[in-house]
Structure formats: structure tokens, C-alpha cells
């Protein structure tokens, strides 16, 4: 039983070293593709897509928060059902392919959201980094992105619709 929960946790930390080293420009270029040529492309709970050019990130948005959307895409909170939402929250790991280089936002860095052939706009009017449990920096802005900035704190970036 030992054993087979060290190769367990041996293989997850294996799995997370080698997706860190995914080139950004294929991965960019497979959601390009992905998306233009197969709006119905079944990813199960697929959204659309975040994309903050200066930061260099480009990544898949699918619903629902948990760890297994996690390990690899950014995820949209259970209470919108797309993308066209008044209050939208959007979570994702802190690694180089997903959310690490949100570290480096910007107040007035412009966020990308595209989904079912459209495009919305937003930018970023707040950047903090709160206590893991403090729940209150989650607010009614119309979009936040969520990352861990270390074990105990969280990244908060919050946009309005531009």
C-alpha cells in the first residue's frame, strides 16, 4: 500500500514537471486550431479560451473548479454556466502553462476571453494578493482571476468589460 501511494504521488509530480514543459507556441497553436476549424470540438465542459498576449498566456477554459480541471486548463466557477456572465471568476494553477506568469499583470493589461465565435474584452482595474481564506476579496467585479502566489496566499486580478 506504501508503495503504491509513493508511485501514485511519484507519477503526479512527474505528470506536473513534464506539462511544465509544454512549448507555449504549440499549445497555442493546437488552441488556435482547436477552435477555428471545430466550434463543436467535445472537450468535455469546454468554454472557450483566456488570453493575455503580454503575458504570453493562451489556455482553455472549462467549467468547473476541482482538481482534475486544474491540472491542466483554467476553470470557470460553477455559477456561470458560460462565458457571458455578469461575475465572472476563473481559476488556474500557478505553473508556467496555465496562470504562473500572472505575477507579472499589470493594472490596464487586457484580458481576452473567446468563446462560441465571441470575443470579450477586459482590463485589469485591481491586482492583490490576499490570505488563502480571505473570501471577501471575492466580489462582484466582473471578472477575477484566481492563483496561488504561495502555500498561504492567493493572486486576485480583477478586470471590467472594456
Do not use: W
Not at 97 to 112: A, Q, V
Request: with cysteine; net charge positive; charged share 25%.
Amino acid at each position: 500500500m506504501k508503495f503504491l501511494k509513493s508511485s501514485l504521488i511519484f507519477s503526479i509530480l512527474l505528470f506536473l514537471f513534464l506539462f511544465e514543459k509544454i512549448d507555449y507556441t504549440i499549445h497555442s497553436y493546437a488552441i488556435d486550431n482547436m477552435y477555428k476549424n471545430d466550434n463543436s470540438y467535445n472537450i468535455i465542459n469546454y468554454l472557450g479560451y483566456i488570453e493575455i498576449d503580454r503575458l504570453n498566456i493562451k489556455r482553455e477554459i472549462v467549467r468547473g473548479i476541482n482538481d482534475i480541471n486544474l491540472l491542466s486548463h483554467v476553470a470557470l466557477d460553477d455559477r456561470c454556466k458560460s462565458l457571458n456572465c455578469n461575475n465572472i471568476i476563473l481559476a488556474g494553477h500557478s505553473i508556467k502553462n496555465i496562470f504562473g506568469p500572472l505575477i507579472n499583470i499589470e493594472n490596464n493589461d487586457i484580458i481576452k476571453l473567446v468563446s462560441n465565435n465571441k470575443i470579450y474584452y477586459y482590463q485589469v482595474v485591481d491586482i492583490s494578493i490576499v490570505d488563502k481564506n480571505k473570501l471577501d476579496a471575492i466580489d462582484n467585479s466582473e471578472l477575477i482571476l484566481i492563483t496561488c502566489y504561495d502555500f498561504n496566499k492567493r493572486l486576485i486580478v480583477k478586470a471590467k468589460k472594456k
